[in-house]
């Protein structure tokens, strides 16, 4: 707590929060074949936050999604370390919401 952060209560009010537990589900859900684009491997590091323990790391990103503050959530590769980001707004919404998985579009026919 060394730099001045004047507006920390406030962000951290409005700061959305998802479990790891959850984030796992999500992607689980989404993101079956969610295999790393540059070497396949299918093994992501999912960032936990020190601070709130239990819940992944959330990174702002700067603007505001829907009215709220905007949140991104980065997973990375543990084979080759790409770092792929999903908007943790669009997580928290589809936690909130009924949770539909979308049919996977098929071409084997
Ligand atoms: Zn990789």
């Not at 984030?23 to 093994?43: H, I, M, Q, W, Y």
């Not at 959530?73 to 370390?81: A, D, I, R, S, Y």
């Amino acid at each position: 707590m060394s730099d001045e952060e004047p507006k920390v209560a406030e962000e951290t009010s409005a700061r959305i929060r998802i479990s790891y537990e959850e984030a796992v589900e999500f992607f689980l859900a989404l993101t079956p074949n969610g295999n790393c684009p540059l070497c396949k491997s299918d093994r992501w590091e999912i960032p936990t936050d020190q601070t709130h323990k239990g819940d992944v790391f959330l990174l702002p990103a700067g603007g505001m999604r829907g009215g709220k503050r905007a949140y991104n959530l980065g997973l990375e590769c543990k084979t080759c370390g790409f770092v792929r980001v999903h908007r943790a707004n669009l997580i928290r919404e589809w936690l909130d919401g009924d949770r539909a998985v979308p049919e996977a579009p098929s071409d084997e026919v």
